[in-house]
C-alpha cells in the first residue's frame, strides 16, 4: 500500500491523529493537523516557497543535509493537491 501524504507539506499520515479535521471535527485525510485544521488551513496565505522553507528544518531534523531537503520539498510539493496549478 501506498503511504499516503498530506497534499500540503507532504509529511506521511500514518495514521489518523495526524491528519486535520473539518469544521464539524470530522477527519480529512488529505492533509496533516498542523497544515489543516477545523475546515481551513493554518497558513491560508502561505506560499509553495514558504512551506519549503518552514519543512526544511523538520527534514534536517530526521537527517537529511538542508540541501537534500530543499531538494525533494521542490520536487514534491508542487504536484501536491495545495499547490497544483
Known amino acids: 500500500m501506498e503511504q ?27 492533509y496533516c493537523k498542523y497544515c489543516y485544521s477545523r475546515g481551513s488551513f493554518e497558513n491560508p496565505d502561505q506560499t509553495l516557497e514558504q512551506m519549503i522553507d518552514t519543512c526544511v528544518p523538520f527534514m534536517v531534523e530526521q537527517g537529511m543535509d538542508t540541501d537534500q ?4 520539498l521542490d520536487a514534491v510539493l508542487p504536484g501536491l493537491k495545495r499547490w497544483k496549478k
Open 4 to 30: 499516503k501524504l498530506c497534499q500540503s507539506c507532504a509529511m506521511p499520515l500514518s495514521g489518523t491523529e495526524l491528519m486535520g479535521t473539518e469544521k464539524d471535527g470530522s477527519i480529512n485525510s488529505d
Open 69 to 72: 531537503a530543499r531538494s525533494s
